[in-house]
Protein backbone atom coordinates (compact mmCIF):
# COMPACT_ATOMS: atom_id res chain seq x y z
CA UNK A 1 0.00 0.00 0.00
CA UNK A 2 0.99 3.41 -0.36
CA UNK A 3 3.10 4.54 2.45
CA UNK A 4 4.72 8.29 3.22
CA UNK A 5 7.73 8.87 5.62
CA UNK A 6 7.68 12.18 7.98
CA UNK A 7 10.77 12.67 9.59
CA UNK A 8 12.17 13.45 12.09
CA UNK A 9 9.67 12.29 14.52
CA UNK A 10 10.49 14.86 17.52
CA UNK A 11 12.32 17.20 17.62
CA UNK A 12 13.58 19.44 20.34
CA UNK A 13 15.08 23.04 19.41
CA UNK A 14 15.53 26.17 20.61
CA UNK A 15 13.61 29.37 20.47
CA UNK A 16 14.17 31.63 17.42
CA UNK A 17 16.03 28.62 15.38
CA UNK A 18 14.29 26.51 12.34
CA UNK A 19 13.56 23.27 11.65
CA UNK A 20 12.96 21.79 8.86
CA UNK A 21 10.38 18.65 8.15
CA UNK A 22 10.40 16.32 5.64
CA UNK A 23 7.85 14.11 4.25
CA UNK A 24 8.39 11.44 1.43
CA UNK A 25 5.89 9.60 -0.45
CA UNK A 26 7.53 5.75 -1.05
CA UNK A 27 6.24 4.02 -3.40
CA UNK A 28 3.88 6.36 -5.00
CA UNK A 29 4.14 10.15 -6.85
CA UNK A 30 1.94 12.81 -4.23
CA UNK A 31 1.25 15.83 -6.95
CA UNK A 32 0.10 16.92 -3.36
CA UNK A 33 0.83 16.94 0.04
CA UNK A 34 -1.02 18.49 3.03
CA UNK A 35 0.64 19.86 6.18
CA UNK A 36 -1.62 19.53 9.49
CA UNK A 37 -1.18 20.71 12.74
CA UNK A 38 -2.87 18.45 15.53
CA UNK A 39 -2.99 20.20 19.29
CA UNK A 40 -3.52 17.61 22.21
CA UNK A 41 -7.27 16.11 22.03
CA UNK A 42 -7.88 17.82 19.12
CA UNK A 43 -8.50 17.30 15.16
CA UNK A 44 -6.13 17.39 12.49
CA UNK A 45 -5.94 21.22 11.23
CA UNK A 46 -5.04 21.88 7.68
CA UNK A 47 -2.57 24.57 6.95
CA UNK A 48 -1.33 24.24 3.65
CA UNK A 49 -1.62 22.53 0.49
CA UNK A 50 1.62 21.69 -1.29
CA UNK A 51 1.54 21.18 -5.03
CA UNK A 52 4.50 20.15 -6.68
CA UNK A 53 6.48 22.92 -8.30
CA UNK A 54 4.05 25.54 -7.59
CA UNK A 55 3.58 27.40 -4.36
CA UNK A 56 1.69 25.97 -1.39
CA UNK A 57 -1.83 27.09 -0.67
CA UNK A 58 -1.81 28.13 2.82
CA UNK A 59 -5.10 28.23 4.63
CA UNK A 60 -6.43 31.42 6.73
CA UNK A 61 -4.60 32.39 9.91
CA UNK A 62 -1.61 30.24 8.91
CA UNK A 63 1.63 32.50 8.44
CA UNK A 64 3.65 31.35 5.51
CA UNK A 65 6.48 33.53 6.05
CA UNK A 66 6.45 31.41 9.22
CA UNK A 67 5.73 28.31 7.81
CA UNK A 68 7.74 27.85 4.68
CA UNK A 69 6.61 24.63 2.49
CA UNK A 70 8.50 23.63 -0.57
CA UNK A 71 7.42 20.96 -2.62
CA UNK A 72 10.30 20.19 -4.94
CA UNK A 73 9.63 17.01 -6.28
CA UNK A 74 7.05 13.99 -6.76
CA UNK A 75 8.28 12.65 -3.78
CA UNK A 76 9.48 15.43 -1.48
CA UNK A 77 7.90 18.05 0.50
CA UNK A 78 9.44 20.13 3.38
CA UNK A 79 7.64 21.93 6.09
CA UNK A 80 10.02 24.75 7.72
CA UNK A 81 9.07 26.06 11.07
CA UNK A 82 11.23 29.57 10.79
CA UNK A 83 12.43 31.59 14.35
CA UNK A 84 10.54 29.01 16.01
CA UNK A 85 9.05 30.14 19.42
CA UNK A 86 7.18 27.77 22.39
CA UNK A 87 3.91 28.75 20.63
CA UNK A 88 4.76 26.78 17.66
CA UNK A 89 5.39 23.33 19.90
CA UNK A 90 2.56 21.14 18.52
CA UNK A 91 2.00 17.72 16.66
CA UNK A 92 2.64 18.09 12.87
CA UNK A 93 1.12 15.61 10.56
CA UNK A 94 1.84 15.33 6.24
CA UNK A 95 -0.57 13.46 3.70
CA UNK A 96 -0.15 12.63 0.50
CA UNK A 97 -3.09 11.41 -1.78
CA UNK A 98 -2.22 8.56 -3.73
CA UNK A 99 -3.44 8.89 -7.19
CA UNK A 100 -4.09 8.17 -9.67
CA UNK A 101 -4.04 4.73 -7.83
CA UNK A 102 -5.91 1.75 -6.72
CA UNK A 103 -7.42 3.47 -3.32
CA UNK A 104 -8.69 6.97 -3.40
CA UNK A 105 -6.63 7.17 0.17
CA UNK A 106 -4.76 9.83 1.47
CA UNK A 107 -2.15 8.46 3.34
CA UNK A 108 -0.53 10.50 6.44
CA UNK A 109 2.76 10.70 7.94
CA UNK A 110 3.85 9.13 11.49
CA UNK A 111 3.61 12.96 12.52
CA UNK A 112 6.68 14.91 14.22
CA UNK A 113 6.24 16.13 17.65
CA UNK A 114 7.87 19.93 17.84
CA UNK A 115 8.71 21.10 20.68
CA UNK A 116 10.28 24.54 21.19
CA UNK A 117 12.23 25.52 24.21
CA UNK B 1 -18.38 26.35 4.81
CA UNK B 2 -17.58 22.59 4.82
CA UNK B 3 -18.46 20.84 8.10
CA UNK B 4 -18.55 17.57 9.44
CA UNK B 5 -20.10 16.91 12.83
CA UNK B 6 -19.02 14.22 14.47
CA UNK B 7 -20.32 12.79 17.89
CA UNK B 8 -19.73 11.75 20.67
CA UNK B 9 -16.77 13.47 21.71
CA UNK B 10 -15.88 10.51 23.63
CA UNK B 11 -16.89 6.88 24.19
CA UNK B 12 -16.53 3.97 26.47
CA UNK B 13 -17.17 0.04 25.37
CA UNK B 14 -16.78 -2.78 27.33
CA UNK B 15 -14.81 -5.86 25.76
CA UNK B 16 -16.75 -7.95 23.34
CA UNK B 17 -19.94 -4.24 22.55
CA UNK B 18 -20.01 -2.54 19.84
CA UNK B 19 -18.95 0.94 19.29
CA UNK B 20 -20.96 3.32 17.11
CA UNK B 21 -19.39 6.51 16.04
CA UNK B 22 -21.54 9.19 13.97
CA UNK B 23 -21.09 11.98 11.30
CA UNK B 24 -23.16 14.12 9.79
CA UNK B 25 -22.03 16.70 6.61
CA UNK B 26 -23.36 19.77 5.16
CA UNK B 27 -21.63 19.59 1.49
CA UNK B 28 -23.56 17.48 -0.91
CA UNK B 29 -20.68 17.49 -2.83
CA UNK B 30 -18.63 15.09 -0.94
CA UNK B 31 -18.39 11.90 -2.63
CA UNK B 32 -15.74 10.15 -0.26
CA UNK B 33 -16.23 9.64 3.19
CA UNK B 34 -13.46 7.52 5.08
CA UNK B 35 -12.74 7.16 8.96
CA UNK B 36 -9.10 7.34 10.17
CA UNK B 37 -7.93 5.60 13.32
CA UNK B 38 -5.19 7.40 15.43
CA UNK B 39 -2.97 6.35 18.07
CA UNK B 40 -1.07 8.66 20.81
CA UNK B 41 1.47 10.37 19.28
CA UNK B 42 1.28 8.53 15.34
CA UNK B 43 -0.12 9.78 12.20
CA UNK B 44 -4.00 8.93 11.27
CA UNK B 45 -4.51 5.55 9.44
CA UNK B 46 -7.21 5.24 7.20
CA UNK B 47 -9.41 2.30 9.02
CA UNK B 48 -12.27 1.98 6.02
CA UNK B 49 -13.95 4.27 3.50
CA UNK B 50 -17.19 4.85 1.30
CA UNK B 51 -18.57 6.29 -1.50
CA UNK B 52 -22.00 7.50 -1.70
CA UNK B 53 -23.58 4.96 -4.48
CA UNK B 54 -23.51 2.07 -1.60
CA UNK B 55 -24.78 1.87 1.82
CA UNK B 56 -23.03 0.01 4.08
CA UNK B 57 -19.04 -1.32 3.42
CA UNK B 58 -17.88 -3.84 6.01
CA UNK B 59 -14.50 -4.45 6.65
CA UNK B 60 -13.78 -7.34 8.99
CA UNK B 61 -14.85 -6.02 12.42
CA UNK B 62 -15.52 -2.09 11.07
CA UNK B 63 -18.60 -1.30 9.09
CA UNK B 64 -19.76 2.15 7.52
CA UNK B 65 -23.63 3.09 7.39
CA UNK B 66 -24.28 5.51 5.27
CA UNK B 67 -27.18 7.57 4.33
CA UNK B 68 -27.62 10.11 1.71
CA UNK B 69 -30.68 11.46 2.21
CA UNK B 70 -30.13 11.98 6.22
CA UNK B 71 -26.01 13.61 4.92
CA UNK B 72 -24.92 11.16 7.75
CA UNK B 73 -22.60 8.16 8.11
CA UNK B 74 -21.27 6.21 10.79
CA UNK B 75 -18.74 3.39 11.91
CA UNK B 76 -19.76 0.69 13.73
CA UNK B 77 -17.16 -1.30 15.50
CA UNK B 78 -18.34 -5.05 16.49
CA UNK B 79 -16.60 -7.00 19.07
CA UNK B 80 -14.72 -3.97 20.53
CA UNK B 81 -11.35 -5.20 21.99
CA UNK B 82 -8.84 -3.21 23.91
CA UNK B 83 -6.70 -2.67 21.04
CA UNK B 84 -9.36 -0.20 19.44
CA UNK B 85 -9.00 1.91 21.84
CA UNK B 86 -8.09 5.16 20.14
CA UNK B 87 -9.11 8.17 18.96
CA UNK B 88 -11.12 8.05 15.68
CA UNK B 89 -12.16 10.66 13.29
CA UNK B 90 -14.60 10.87 10.47
CA UNK B 91 -13.62 12.73 7.19
CA UNK B 92 -14.71 14.28 4.01
CA UNK B 93 -13.69 15.02 0.91
CA UNK B 94 -14.59 15.34 -2.81
CA UNK B 95 -12.77 13.06 -5.01
CA UNK B 96 -11.89 14.66 -8.61
CA UNK B 97 -9.15 13.25 -11.37
CA UNK B 98 -6.36 15.51 -11.66
CA UNK B 99 -6.84 17.65 -8.57
CA UNK B 100 -6.41 16.30 -4.97
CA UNK B 101 -8.49 18.38 -2.60
CA UNK B 102 -8.25 18.52 1.02
CA UNK B 103 -10.07 15.81 3.83
CA UNK B 104 -12.44 17.64 6.05
CA UNK B 105 -12.23 16.51 9.57
CA UNK B 106 -14.71 15.74 11.93
CA UNK B 107 -13.90 16.77 15.89
CA UNK B 108 -12.86 13.19 16.79
CA UNK B 109 -13.89 10.87 19.38
CA UNK B 110 -11.67 8.92 21.87
CA UNK B 111 -12.67 4.95 22.39
CA UNK B 112 -11.79 3.40 25.48
CA UNK B 113 -11.89 -0.20 25.38
CA UNK B 114 -12.77 -1.46 28.59
CA UNK B 115 -10.92 -5.35 29.30
Known amino acids: GAVVSQHPSRVICKSGTSVKIECRSLDFQATTMFWYRQFPKQSLMLMATSNEGSKATYEQGVEKDKFLINHASLTLSTLTVTSAHPEDSSFYICSARDWPGEHYGYTFGSGTRLTVV | ?115
Open chain 2, 1 to 115: QQQVKQSPQSLIVQKGGISIINCAYENTAFDYFPWYQQFPGKGPALLIAIRPDVSEKKEGRFTISFNKSAKQFSLHIMDSQPGDSATYFCAASILQKGSARQLTFGSGTQLTVLP
